[in-house]
């Protein structure tokens, strides 16, 4: 038993899902360190919709830009993306407004839009500016494959909503959305089929860096996948 839930224990209810979901973090130190903090407080809400909005039209095929207007060339691969590209992307691998997974974008050199990190909204098809800070090269950093993460003109983190999906169904909240996450992530590799964009799922990351790059605590919301995306001249 971890110390985190030893310590946590005599305040907090014991629940599985929690457990399990801090000692399967990764850490960079014999790859599995265990972090003794507490967790938040279970029930927490989703992050509200803040920040500038743009608007990401439906339809439109997949289809790439010349090589100009990379943000960051020391994180980014060849080319720039297209916005259309990136909403036909989203939009079809989106999944119900209620699954317990929000989709967070960094976007390093997508056409119009400023480098950064943003929240999709699904239901009004907009993307929500939520800092212009330059993610790529901590992102990158904060993964076992960097070079990956730095040739991608976009990344998508998958954030599971884990306290809000266990307050309503239990412990099998948890299941759902680790299920809902690998769905939505499947999605992305279904839609780049006949595109001229790939799409690579990052096999490994140091869950609390990543997580605290976004803001996140850790346990209420913590990133369970990330996607790379990027221009065929990248791959």
């Known amino acids: ?3 985190w839930f030893d310590e946590a224990s005599d305040t907090l209810p014991e629940t599985a899902w929690a457990t399990y979901h801090e000692n399967a973090k990764r850490g960079r130190r014999h790859d599995i360190v265990r972090d ?6 279970p029930g927490a809400v989703e992050q509200p919709l803040v920040g500038q909005a743009f608007a990401l039209q439906a339809g439109g095929s997949l289809v790439m830009l010349p090589g100009e207007g990379t943000v960051d060339a020391a994180c980014a691969g060849d080319g720039t993306m297209a916005l259309a590209s990136l909403a036909a992307l989203l939009a079809a691998a989106a999944r119900p407004n209620d699954d317990p997974i929000e989709t967070w974008l960094y976007a390093n050199a997508v056409e119009a839009l400023p480098a950064g990190l943003y929240r999709h909204d699904r239901a009004g098809r907009t993307l929500h500016l939520r800092g212009r800070e330059t993610f790529g090269g901590p992102l990158a950093a904060a993964t076992t ?7 991608a003109q976009a990344v998508v983190l998958l954030v599971g909503n884990l306290a809000a999906a266990t307050l ?3 412990e099998r909240g948890y299941r759902n959305a680790v299920f809902a996450t690998g769905r939505q992530a499947a ?6 089929g006949a595109s001229g964009l790939w799409c690579r799922t990052v096999a490994g990351y ?3 860096e990543i997580d605290a790059l976004l803001a ?20």
């Open 1 to 3: 038993m971890s110390a």
């Open 36 to 41: 003794d903090r507490r967790p938040a407080s």
């Open 145 to 151: 494959e960097p070079a990956l993460v730095k040739r």
């Open 168 to 170: 309503a169904h239990g």
């Open 187 to 192: 999605g992305f590799d279904q839609a780049v």
């Open 206 to 208: 140091y869950d609390r």
């Open 216 to 235: 996140l605590d850790g346990l209420s919301q913590s990133v369970l996948c990330m996607v790379a995306i990027g221009t065929a001249a990248g791959d």
